[in-house]
């Protein structure tokens, strides 16, 4: 029995669902973070989101209606890119896999900003038998870089200047 219990505790997880391509500068997307392999029920849980707020800003941390007890986080900090105490809870109980949260982001400028996940003690994750443990699968986010519209229309131009060189000769 604890050999499986040891097994449970580390399949079950809480993950960034990272985009699977990069953002344009000045778009705003959502990230959900998921979990997954929970094979008891699990009443709730909460977690630390921190993110590179020099690449993204962070909008908004909406929680599903499954987990009708509410939940949110504290106040978002753009300056330190951290939203604290993202809690989900509910009374019914859910087994499996499921969404905690969707984050709401602008991307501001290019670069990678990892999205990390860490255990807040305010929260802890709690099935029938108390607190479990969880692993956490952190993500990343791409802004890519967009060209100036001068450059785009230079090379636009020299496309141009080379086609009609071509129909000439």
């Known amino acids: 029995v604890l050999a499986t219990t040891a097994l449970w505790a580390q399949a079950q997880s809480i993950e960034v669902q990272s985009p699977l391509a990069p953002v344009d500068i000045g778009a705003t997307f959502t990230i959900d973070i998921t979990g997954s392999d929970f094979p008891n029920v699990i009443y709730g849980g909460g ?10 800003r962070l909008d908004s941390v909406k929680v599903p209606a499954l987990w009708e007890l509410g939940g949110g986080s504290d106040p978002i900090d753009n300056l330190a890119g951290t939203a604290t105490n993202v809690n989900f809870n509910t ?4 087994i499996g896999s499921f969404t905690t949260a969707t984050l709401t982001f602008t991307a501001l400028a290019s670069g990678t900003s990892a999205i990390t996940l ?6 802890p994750f709690a099935d029938d038998n108390g607190e479990v ?3 956490f699968k952190n993500g990343s986010v791409t802004v ?26």
């Open 144 to 169: 890519a870089a967009v060209p100036e519209p001068t450059s785009v229309a230079m090379v636009l131009a020299r496309s141009e200047e080379h086609t009609s060189e071509l129909q000439s000769h």
């Open 47 to 56: 977690y630390d989101v921190s993110f590179d707020a020099t690449v993204l």
């Open 118 to 123: 860490s255990a807040t003690p305010l929260w």
């Open 91 to 94: 009374l019914a109980g859910k």
């Open 133 to 135: 443990a969880v692993a």
